[in-house]
C-alpha cells in the first residue's frame, strides 16, 4: 500500500501526486497538519512529501518520483534512457529545486501563508526565471524534450499557481501554452486553488 502524506496546497506533493495519476498507481493520501511528532519520524526535516511505501519510507519530491519511476513505471519516457535526455530532465529537476521553489513559490508562500523568512526578491526571481522558460519553450513543447517528462510535473504546479503569490502569467504566452499542454495529459489532476479549497 502506498501512502503519501502532504498538504493539498503543496506544489511539490502536487508533482508526486501527479505522477502517482500518470502511473495509474493506486495510494492513500494523509493530509498532514504542521511538523508532527509522525512527521518528524519520516523525516526529521518536518517537510512533505513524504511516501511511504510498505516498508520504504522516502522524503523530497524529486526523489519520490524518480524512485516511483524506477519502481513502476521502468521505461516510461517520463524519465528518458538517453542519457542527454535524462541529463536534460536533471537540470529542470534542478531548476524546481532551486529558481523556481526561490521565485515563484516563494512568493506564493509570503502571499498565501505570510511566510517571513523567504527570499525578499522572489518576485524579482519569479520573473527572471519566466523570461528564460518562455523563450526555452518558444522553442519546444516541453522543458526538457519534444516529449512530456518528470521535468514538466515539477515545474508545474508553482508555475501555475504564480499569480497566487502575485506573479501575473500574461507576458508569458509559451508558458501559458505549456501550463494548457500539460493539463491536457491524460490522468492529469489539477492543482487546486486556494480560494477553492477556502471555499469548500
Known sequence: ??????????????????????????????????????????????QVPVLKDDDI???????????????????????????????????????????????????????????????????????SLFAIMNTHLEKQAFLATSYPTLADLACYAYTARAPEGGISLENYPHIEAWLKRIEALPDFVPMPWTKDLSAA
Open 57 to 127: 519510507i522516502l522524503a523530497d519530491s524529486n526523489a519520490i518520483m524518480i524512485y516511483l519511476i524506477k519502481r513502476y513505471g521502468v521505461n516510461s519516457p517520463l524519465l528518458p534512457q538517453d542519457p542527454v535526455d535524462a541529463a536534460h530532465v536533471q537540470r529542470w529537476l534542478s531548476i524546481a529545486a532551486g529558481e523556481l521553489r526561490q521565485g515563484p513559490a516563494a512568493a506564493r508562500m509570503v502571499s498565501l501563508f505570510n511566510k517571513k523568512n523567504e527570499p525578499a526578491d522572489a518576485k524579482e526571481r519569479a520573473h
Open 1 to 46: 500500500m502506498i501512502v503519501l502524506y502532504g498538504t493539498p496546497l503543496s506544489g511539490h506533493v502536487h508533482r508526486v501526486r501527479l505522477l502517482l495519476s500518470m502511473l495509474k498507481l493506486t495510494y492513500q493520501f494523509e493530509t498532514v497538519t504542521g511538523r508532527t511528532p509522525e512527521l518528524l519520524r519520516m523525516n526529521p526535516l518536518g
